[in-house]
Each structure stands twice: as structure tokens, then as C-alpha cells.
């Protein structure tokens, strides 16, 4: 079993919609969760951090982490096509040495 | 300010080669980590260093070794290429080990191995 799962997608949705993306994970010791934005062929681009459970809001970002249930979810809103791009979920136990990073979910938002 | 920078940004290798990649981390940044990234997957751990010392290794083999220079920048050697090893190789700054989890990641650099 991966430390980090995550859908693999694509996940096409048109211009404005609501996008939801989501890891689980199964390594109870993860404390640190951060999501990136990947475009292609490019490195990834942070987009937020998180420590233990609860929201962040950032904009039109918002991130979860529910450690109870394994489970962080990134939502963005009013999404536009510049938001097409591989989302990647990434994690962390407490001493920041190694980062566990899902497969990354593929966005296509259609104008 | 200049982000990670890390050179070359392509590069093609032949099996049996040796390669070596540099990263000159964000200014004021101590903290450099390789990841390997294969083509749709994640990226994968190889190594973290603060101020020249290793402080974390991924399950990679011994082909696999890094140093941090006194100006925090930092090499990756890869020794006798396979074309398994071709992949995009990331590296990422932070400001103190232990202490945040933020990563900065450069462009990377894309190894092919024929």
C-alpha cells in the first residue's frame, strides 16, 4: 500500500466550477500537509500548507485535512482554464526530513 | 528574488555514464532536497541535507549520492546510468530543516538515459 493515494484523474470541468481534490493517506504520524500545482514539464509550485487538522483558505484556494479519517482535500473555486495543471498532494511527519507525495491529479478546465 | 536554480535543464546520458546535477537554493535557505520524479508519478524522495550534513536518505541505491556545499548549494552524482534512472530530478530549498515544511522547488532537471 502507498504511503499517499491519490486519484490520478483527468478531471475535466468547465470554466467556473467548483474543484475538488482529495489524498488519503495512511501513515498516521503526518502532521505537515501541502498542496502543489504542477504545470507541465515545469517543477511544482506551492500552493498551500497546512499543520494538522482543519481549513486555510487562501484566495480561491481552500485546503482540508481531517486526520481522523486520513483524508486532506484541496477545493478551488470559480476555477479558470490557468488552472489547468497536475495537482499534487504532498506530506509530512513531524521532523520535515522526507516528503510523502501523491501521484497528482491531472485539472482540465474548459473555457 | 531568484528562486531554486538548478542546472543543466536537459541532459542525455548512455547507460554506464555518471551524472552529476547542481542546485543553488533560495538566498537564506540552508536546507536542500533532491526528489526524482518519473513520468506520472509523484515526486520521490532521494536525500535532504542541512548545513552539509545528510539528515535524510530514500530508498535508493548507493548509485545514488549528494553533498551540500558551505554555500548550502548542492550536487546530485548518479553512478552507472540505467535507463530506469531517466526522470525529471527536483530540487528544493527551505528555510530550516525541522522547523517549517514549506518546499521550494526549481524547474528540475530532465535526465534521459539511452
Known amino acids: 500500500q502507498k504511503e499517499v493515494e491519490q486519484d490520478p484523474g483527468p478531471l475535466s470541468v468547465p470554466e467556473g466550477a467548483i474543484v475538488s481534490l482529495n489524498c488519503t493517506y495512511s501513515?498516521?504520524?503526518?502532521?505537515?500537509f501541502m498542496w502543489y500545482r504542477q504545470y507541465s514539464r515545469k517543477g511544482p509550485e506551492l500552493l498551500m500548507y497546512t499543520y494538522s487538522s482543519g481549513n486555510k483558505e487562501d484566495g480561491r484556494f481552500t485546503a482540508q485535512v481531517d486526520k481522523s479519517s486520513k483524508y486532506i482535500s484541496l477545493f478551488i473555486r470559480d476555477s479558470q482554464p490557468s488552472d489547468s495543471a497536475t495537482y499534487l498532494c504532498?506530506?509530512?511527519?513531524?521532523?520535515?526530513?522526507?516528503?510523502?507525495f501523491g501521484s497528482g491529479t491531472k485539472l482540465n478546465v474548459k473555457p | 528574488d531568484a528562486g531554486v536554480t538548478q542546472s543543466p535543464t536537459h541532459l542525455i546520458k548512455t547507460r554506464g555514464q555518471q551524472v552529476t546535477l547542481r542546485c543553488s537554493p533560495i538566498?537564506?535557505?540552508?536546507?536542500v532536497s533532491w526528489y526524482q520524479q518519473v513520468l506520472g508519478q509523484g515526486p520521490q524522495f532521494i536525500f535532504q541535507y542541512y548545513e552539509k550534513e545528510e539528515r535524510g536518505r530514500g530508498n535508493f541505491p548507493d548509485r545514488f549520492s549528494a553533498r551540500q556545499f558551505p554555500n548550502y548549494s548542492s550536487e546530485l552524482n548518479v553512478n552507472a546510468l540505467l535507463l530506469g534512472d531517466s526522470a525529471l530530478y527536483l530540487c528544493?530549498?527551505?528555510?530550516?530543516?525541522?522547523?517549517?515544511?514549506?518546499?521550494?522547488f526549481g524547474e528540475g532537471s530532465r535526465l534521459t538515459v539511452l
Open positions: 528544493a530549498s527551505s528555510p530550516v530543516a525541522g522547523v517549517t515544511g514549506e518546499l521550494f
Open positions: 504532498a506530506m509530512s511527519a513531524y521532523n520535515f526530513n522526507k516528503f510523502y
Open positions: 538566498s537564506g535557505h540552508k536546507s
Open positions: 501513515n498516521s504520524a503526518f502532521q505537515y
